[in-house]
């Protein structure tokens, strides 16, 4: 068994820098996208972590070629050759899917334009992750899934090589990404696509907007008008090359490190512009207290002499730092619009509520979200339930608790391996302020 990790604690204000490893959202849009473009594609900088190396897996398995070629800094490019026209699947191919949403959910309807079967499996945690829309939705065009009725991993979908469009109805209120996963390959359907949702509210909204905009990045027709809709035009998806941007919504656990010490931290080359959810951390972080800045690309966030609570609703991926925040706050929080987290790496909400009251915390699970009360919290173990994000609310919890010890820290893999160094290094800097200028950088490597 792997030790527990004792999460660094802080007395002082952190005052550090930290540059963040490239966005998994974008990075396996992009992959996927590159495998159906009209040439080769070629990806700066991008992600390395597990849900990226499975993404790779998936695609070259589906007949991608992907190859690793010097970059501009210490990340290698990926170079991508798309799927050949007439692929089929080798005899008897499983795709694993790890616990990786985007590929469980973006790799099915791309297999439904290679020809033969492709099995889908993954971690026992992912077998309970709900993937019935997306069967539902290559039922709906019209392509065979054998063993999916229970709407779980395993299943297998047997492509022909193509894919008629058509209206299809998808009640995706437990994810975003059964709307995403459709629209990222429907370009390349022989007819226009018509999407609609039918249910609840649609979760982590901004992550469709980003697939959306991604798709006429690289010349995709798409028509999102009427709320709820989406229509696509078949068409071709132009090749591209592309530097991914940091992954704002892991920069989450290194800005509630300048709240938990009531210090400072900086991120450099913050985007001016971007898709991703995770810029929401400048509305989110004041409510808290912080006084954030975004100048020069240089985003700095400072704590305040106390953590406040915050009322705030759809805080989708940024919800588990959003919990480990308020954990620490002086007034009561409530976060709304959560309930499909859920369905997330473990049930997050139930997660969340028994790791926070077992350091003494004050959490309830609502409908819809979590109340977090103010409590003296004191140290102990905090459980990961192998999700990434869970794994780091434990360690902003640690920073201001000492004696926090998280369990199965290595799952931060999911999405940042360098997380236990990036944040010693970032605590090193302040422990030594006259060599800041080093630490930065070795943080900036990931040391
Ligand atoms: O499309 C994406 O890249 C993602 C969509 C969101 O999923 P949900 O809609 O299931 O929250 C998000 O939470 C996940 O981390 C990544
Ligand atoms: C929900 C998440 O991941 P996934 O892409 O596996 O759904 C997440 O990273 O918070």
Not at 80 to 86: E, L, N, R, S
Not at 148 to 162: K, Q, R
Not at 331 to 347: F, M, V, Y
């Amino acid at each position: 068994m792997t030790a527990h990790w004792p999460a660094p604690f802080s007395a002082t204000p952190l005052d550090a820098t930290v540059t963040i490893p490239a966005s998994k959202s974008l990075t396996n849009r992009y992959l996927v996208l590159a495998a159906i473009a009209d040439g080769e594609s070629r990806l700066r900088a991008p992600l390395q972590s597990r849900d990226s190396d499975l993404m790779i897996g998936a695609l070259r398995a589906l007949g991608a070629g992907i190859t690793e070629m010097p970059g501009a800094g210490d990340v290698p490019d990926l170079v991508v050759t798309p799927i050949p026209a007439g692929f089929t699947a080798p005899a008897g191919l499983t795709v694993d899917c790890g616990l990786a949403g985007t590929v469980m959910r973006f790799v099915p309807p791309l297999a439904a334009l290679v020809s033969g079967a492709v099995k889908f499996d993954g971690d026992p945690a992912a077998l309970v992750r709900p993937m019935a829309p997306i069967v539902a939705a290559l039922e709906g065009l019209r392509v065979r899934v054998e063993d999916a009725e229970d709407g779980f991993l395993p299943f297998t979908v047997h492509g022909t090589g193509s894919v008629d469009g058509g209206h299809v109805q998808v009640d995706a209120g437990g994810s975003s990404q059964f709307i995403s996963a459709i629209l990222l390959v429907a370009a390349r359907f022989n007819t226009p696509l018509h999407l609609e949702h039918v249910g609840e509210s649609v979760p982590s909204v901004d992550h469709i907007s980003m697939t959306v905009e991604v798709l006429r990045s690289l010349g995709v027709v798409v028509d999102d008008s009427t709320p709820l809709n989406w229509i696509v035009t078949p068409g071709p998806v132009a090749a591209f090359d592309v530097s991914l941007e940091q992954d704002l919504s892991n920069a989450g656990p290194f800005l509630a490190a300048a709240l938990a010490t009531r210090g400072t931290v900086r991120i450099p080359n913050w985007p001016s512009n971007t898709t991703q959810v995770g810029d929401k951390w400048r509305e989110i972080l004041p409510q808290f207290g912080a006084t954030v800045t975004l100048e020069d690309g240089i985003l700095t966030v400072t704590g305040g002499p106390e953590i406040l609570g915050v009322d705030i609703s759809d805080t989708s991926e940024l919800a588990p730092s959003t919990a480990a925040i308020a954990a620490l706050a002086s007034t009561p929080s409530q976060l709304r619009g959560i309930s499909h987290l859920r369905g997330h790496e473990t049930d997050r909400l139930a997660a969340l509520v028994a790791e926070i009251n077992a350091l003494g915390g004050n959490a309830v699970e609502t409908e819809d979200g979590l109340i977090i009360n103010p409590a003296p919290l004191h140290g102990g173990v905090f459980h990961s339930y192998h999700d990434h994000r869970m794994a780091t609310a434990g360690a902003i919890i640690g920073l201001a608790v000492p004696g926090v010890e998280v369990e199965n820290i290595a799952t931060t893999a999911k999405t940042m391996p360098a997380f236990p160094a990036m944040w010693a290094a970032m605590v090193a800097q302040t422990a030594e302020p006259s060599s800041s200028a080093d630490n930065a950088s070795a943080v900036e490597a990931g040391a």
